[in-house]
């Protein structure tokens, strides 16, 4: 029978948190490039899709005319923001945006701590949107937006502002979207955490 010193107890417990943490880190990041490459495949498809079997502003009623198939260009950024600005420096400006984003996105993703769940599921829904929609800038200078949904009109008289209608949008928007959402949730979660450990 071999007793271990607690020399060797420290060392085998020191061993095993690193290997727990280097299965968690390599965990989070294929569950970051999985999820990165499946949103722009899909995303990829359904424009496909959109661009092979309708015409450019055609409008297929799926839900009344609450929810729309609508087939449009939008050369600006996520949900048709600046859309209407007609700059020939804006698709370039907003290409290198995006590549700025994206250093961005993969540093949060890499000082988040490994212990943090659901960081791969939400930086690779983030990461997979801003890749999909670049594709579109660089390839075309526009993107194919056309899920679109109908809500209360919104106005802002001061900022002359009035929306009758969401903004167009596409699948790598939708992704975006919901990854900030979970990446919010994250944050509120681990922010918690942190302030009970300090009481």
Known sequence: MTIES??????????????????????RIKIFIIVSVSVIIVDHITKWIIKS????????????????????????????LFDSNKSPVKTPLLIIISIVALAII????FSLP???????????????????????????????DFLDFDFPDISI?????????????????????????????IIIIEGGKADQQER
């Open 6 to 27: 607690p020399t060797e107890k420290n060392y085998i417990k020191y061993y095993t948190s690193e290997v727990k943490g280097i299965m968690m880190k390599n965990r």
């Open 53 to 80: 079997t309708m015409d450019l502003h055609q409008t297929i009623n799926v839900i009344g005319d609450f929810f729309t198939i609508s087939y449009i260009l939008n050369s600006g950024i996520a949900f048709g």
């Open 157 to 185: 008289k001061f900022l002359n502002i009035r929306m009758t209608r969401w903004p167009t949008f596409n699948a790598a928007d939708s992704c975006v979207l919901v990854g900030i959402i979970i990446l919010l949730i």
């Open 114 to 144: 490994k212990s943090v769940k659901m960081s791969g599921l939400a930086m690779g829904l983030i990461f997979g949107g801003a890749i999909g929609n670049m594709i579109d800038r660089i390839a075309r200078g526009e993107v194919i």
């Open 106 to 109: 993969l540093y949060i993703f």
